[in-house]
């Protein structure tokens, strides 16, 4: 329940992983917005391997995030995944050759979105996740009712007199 509770924080959360990211770890990394990896990564649910499953979200996080085929198998082989393998299946969004160069462009990374709108950051945050929850229609519902609220909001305004 306590890594439910990171999900729900306004501020979008980076993860940096390096070296060996497996079952708890995983499901951890899993509950990040933006997922950073070093070249030297390996992710897994090797849980199967002591006859029990994934139970920190393992079997639900990872299924929307990797797609049901890899999900099962990962979770029923026990297998370690590398950081290319988990960007190819759309956990990882970007690798980095060592631990070094992974903590530079997490910090990189963070630093640009904390320059954008709080507002506007925590609304993309909250649209985004509630599209692996809502149907499609609902989730346009929502993502249309957060784009009309923004626009009462003065960051909106700054930032339509900046960019004009």
Known sequence: AQWADLQR????????????CLGGGCELAMTCDILLAAESAKFGQPEINLGILPGAGGTQRLTRAVGKS???YLALT????TAAQMQAA???TTILPDHEALQTEALRVAKLIAQKSPMATSMTKE???ASQELSLQEGLRLERRLFHAAFAMQDQKEGMKAFL
């Open 9 to 20: 924080l306004r501020k979008p959360l980076i993860g940096a992983v390096s070296g060996f």
């Open 70 to 72: 890899n999900a099962m």
């Open 78 to 81: 026990g297998e370690f995944w």
């Open 90 to 92: 759309g956990l990882v």
């Open 127 to 129: 649209a985004i996740n």
